[in-house]
């Protein structure tokens, strides 16, 4: 491995990148077979592309109805995309570069504890053991309670259908077969269904270390502080979400309206769970009020937590950043949380994140704004960019309308955060340590 690098230079950060790329161009060309589609003539390159990235990147834009356009081959590809997106190709590159006798750098580990929330070698080879595990049990569990409730709908056909919402729904991909673009709308009043997926865009979302120590420590006091503030911020989070929506939308007859209340308030929180980055929608988004709108945009920036099947720039993340504006505001130079100290290291790192993450998804709104002519109202525009970014996938009908331009942008944008802001930045920036120390000097801000 030492003798690869010396040639192709190539980074663990970049590796990663290109394995995400090699699975993306994979499924590009599978989804382009004639086998894949009803119609027998595939689907155009751009959109086997983006579908296949979204999948990859377990998003949930589309461009296709899987259920009407793609053949039990189509499916079977997309599935696999999401499986291998959500969990596999993250673990399998950092193990492929681990077996291949490659010793992390300091600077590199940064990545991988970005990745995987681990700092050696050995914790991520447990970690990796854990997580295929955890994968395995949660979803056959739900595939078999899924099946069971789509029997009586679908016949032999929901084993099918069980196997591929569990999967879907715990990779936080979003992706369904209930077909016409209509994920739950048409069943806003099925209350298991939408526990379940609900259920497991949770699991999916809180991350394996999380997950760990829940089923090993079992005491608040033993947890660690990382599964502290997912947990904290988690149940904020969503509580918060669903106490906006369920404000907001009702009295409104296009989403939640006419519906009964506890109907509006599960219908409520499986938004704000789906929102923060699987894509599951049980009513019409479009007709969602503005302020609905903006909500579900700052929640899916806001994404999941770290060493999940989700994105976003992760709740930790946000976590750190208001702490330290709270330390700002109280004139304190740590921030201390449960009893620990949050370093400067990491605080920059949410910093880096935060703000690499919003001039990223302004540039792209701005670019497709551009491209689209101004035919769609701009916040239409950044709901649409943020949900890509976001590995979301909620969409509010204006998906399909984007050009090849708009189609690669997006794209470009689901890869990004999927892969993670650090991890993309890092992997185009060269670092070297600076020897040369410069004198401070106070400048005005604010």
Known sequence: M????????IKPTQVIILSFVFM???????????????NGLGLHPIDALFVSTSASCVTGLTVVDLKNDLTFFGKVVMLVLIQVGGLGIMTLATLVVHTMGYRFRLKENLILQESLNQGSQEQIYDLISRMIKYTL??????????????????GAEAVGY???HSISAFCNAGFDLFGNYDSLCK???????????????????????VMYDFLHKKSWRKFSLHTKIVVVMNVALIFIGTLLIFGVELYNPKTVGDLSVPAQLINSWFTSVSCRTAGFNS??????????????????????SPLSTGGGIKSTTFFIILMSMWAVFRGKNEIVVFGRKISHKLRNQAFAIFTMGTIWVVTAAMLLSIIDGEVHDLEEVLFETVSGFGTVGMGIGITSEWNMWGKLILTLTMLVGRVGIMTFMISLITQKPSAIKYPPEDIMVG
């Open 2 to 9: 030492d003798r690869l690098q010396k040639i192709f230079r």
């Open 24 to 38: 993306i161009l994979l499924g590009t060309l599978l989804l382009i077979l004639p086998i894949s589609t009803k």
């Open 137 to 154: 049990t949660i979803e056959l569990f739900f595939a078999i309670l899924l099946t069971i409730h789509f029997v009586p709908e679908f």
């Open 162 to 164: 069980g196997i591929f």
């Open 187 to 209: 069943r806003n009043d099925d209350y298991f269904l939408m526990t379940c997926i609900g259920l497991l865009i949770i699991l999916g979302g809180i991350g394996f270390t």
């Open 283 to 304: 009513f019409d988004l479009a007709q969602a009020e503005q302020i609905t709108q903006l909500n579900m945009i700052i929640l899916m920036f806001i994404g999941a």
